[in-house]
């Protein structure tokens, strides 16, 4: 399983944009990368994911570097409810496991 | 339309005991898959079900066992607990065929082992 880097904690005042890095540097071509998140004592919910070119949904976008060693999950406004752990993580295509890190621990504050 | 559901909410065990958690997949998924979250952690896969056999298996002894019906719903069995079970039990439900599905999870299961 490809590893990932992620800062441990961030801060981000509601309203801005809210900038999540990753780094996986050993990331093989067949993996993507997905994004979830787990707001306090819940499960952990599906953010967005992508193979090599940059994906946008209505919860956010993720930035993959052309040679895919990184990415970037952006909350373009960021609300208090946006407070959460946020997980990289690398996935073979056709492979169902999760295999979680320790994540970013995002705080919107007002 | 229902997504995962899972009971109960919390369960307080001794060790020693026998516990079983359910999972009820999100309408149209196939497969489940079950976690392991201590306090402070990130999830841990335990194992995943797909056509009612263990498709894939994580780093947990054989007192963690599982099962599939065919409605596609799931049980968690844990055997002789211990004080390091103590953790949120999380279910994860997907359809297996096709490209990279992402993952739904339940709200999970809060087991306290004393």
């Known amino acids: 399983d490809a590893k990932t880097t992620q800062p441990t904690s961030m801060d981000c005042a509601e309203g801005r944009a809210a900038n999540l890095p990753c780094n996986h540097s050993?990331?093989?071509?067949?993996?993507?990368v997905y994004w979830y998140r787990q707001i306090h004592s819940q499960g952990p919910q599906y953010i967005i994911h992508?193979?090599?070119n940059n994906e946008t949904n209505e919860m956010a976008s993720l930035i993959i570097t052309e040679d895919r060693k990184s990415s970037t999950l952006i909350l373009p406004h960021a609300t208090l409810r946006d407070t959460a752990v946020y997980y990289c993580i690398v996935r073979p295509t056709g492979f169902q496991k999760l295999v979680f890190g320790t994540g970013t621990r995002l705080l919107v504050s007002p | 339309d229902a997504g995962v559901t899972q009971s109960p909410t919390h369960l307080i065990k001794t060790r020693g005991q026998q516990v079983t958690l359910r999972c009820s997949p999100k309408s149209g998924h196939d497969t489940v898959s079950w976690y392991q979250q201590a306090l402070g952690q990130g999830p841990q896969f335990i194992f995943q079900?797909?056509?009612?056999?263990?498709?894939q298996r994580g780093n947990f002894p054989d007192r963690f066992s599982g099962h599939q019906f065919p409605n596609y719903s799931s049980e968690l069995n844990v055997n002789a607990l211990l004080l390091g079970d103590s953790a949120l039990y999380l279910c994860?439900?997907?359809?297996?065929?096709?490209?990279?599905?992402?993952?739904?999870f339940g709200p999970g299961t809060r087991l306290t082992v004393l």
């Open positions: 050993t990331i093989s071509g067949n993996e993507y």
């Open positions: 992508g193979l090599k």
């Open positions: 079900y797909y056509e009612e056999e263990e498709r």
């Open positions: 994860a439900s997907s359809l297996l065929a096709g490209g990279p599905h992402e993952q739904f």
